[in-house]
């Protein structure tokens, strides 16, 4: 990290300003050290230049990962966490640790993901949407549409994922980008100030265990006049037979579910070699959109492969009606609200939802302080 993140950070637990204590720096970025809350003493690690902003009851499963660290630095560290409220947040860790695995696995930038990137925003956001803009992506994995937003001028960007995915987006996706910033942190205990003009979450909000709390707390932190842009999936007819397939895939050790994923992944790419070729003939240009699955016709073998293992490992996901999402917004203080169908009629057809922000309440604690013990 870098110094410029520290702008955007607020105490997740009581909003209180945050303080940056470093403990080994090369150059500009901050490898290790501790940001710590004036006002309630929470403190939270940066280890392998990454902050790991999140409630002790997840930060305390990495001590055993980082005993370097926490041994290193015991004197620096001089306390136990003891000011943090006991909450029952919902816990998404198992997603995270699902995606971590994919994204160890296939952390290359493939060259689909920006054609993906234009697709899934480009009806309803522009380049002015991004350019000179303080954006946030929620849930940004190995940090790809972090990168594409970016390279659309944005002025900073800040990318955040529950799961250590936030490694490869800064050591290999965004390595040497200073105004690009990356953290650990969570969408049920976010530290961060309202102060984005743009926040978006693709492929994200359906994994969540609670989506409209989590949808509910990003909108808290537009700017006034900012947007939000949601992609999620749809509901369609490939969830029931997914369930099928899932029933026995979440079961299995992920890397079996890896080798075994080559046969849908076949499947799948047989279909797009077949779409391919007879969308070029146009004697049977009218059979061309009865053939499922045409939206990965552009997807390297290797794209497909991690769509497959995507589909058959991540442990929770929604399939989300119109009438659903278009409740979520009258919820929340929004204005120009529009959600838009990707590949409608189709087997795996997704949604698109934005809308500007009015009014935006304060970043949301009332869930925490709800189940506070
Ligand atoms: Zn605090």
Known sequence: ??????????????????EL??????????????IICN?????????????????????VRMVKKYDDFFHKYRQEIPFAHRNYRQTHLPDNSPVALTYDYGWTTYPELLPEYKREFVHVLDDLLDTDDFRGKVILDAGCGMGR????????GAREIVGFDLGESVLTAQNRTLKNFPNAHLLQADIYYLPFKADFDLIYSIGVIHHLIEPEQGVKNLVGLVKS???IFLWVYGYSGIKHFLDLLRFFTLRLPLPWVRALSIFPALVLYSINALYRTVSRIPLFKHFVKYIPFQQYADRSFRGIRWIALDHLTVPIIHYFREKELRQWLNHFPLKDTKISCRYPGRLGRSWRV?????????ADLSSNEKNMI
Not at 1 to 18: D, H, I, R
Not at 21 to 34: L, M, N, P, T
Not at 39 to 59: A, G
């Open 354 to 362: 934005y809308g500007r922000v009015t009014n935006p309440p304060k």
């Open 21 to 34: 204590q470093i403990f080994k720096k090369a150059g500009d970025v901050i490898e290790e050290g501790i």
């Open 1 to 18: 990290m870098n110094t410029g993140l520290m702008k955007y950070l607020v105490c997740p637990q009581c909003q209180g300003a945050l």
């Open 145 to 152: 549409f972090t990168l594409f937003a970016w390279e659309r």
């Open 39 to 59: 006002n309630c003493q929470l403190w939270f690690p940066i280890i392998q230049s990454v902050p790991r902003i999140l409630h002790p009851q997840i930060l």
């Open 225 to 227: 006049g900012g947007k």
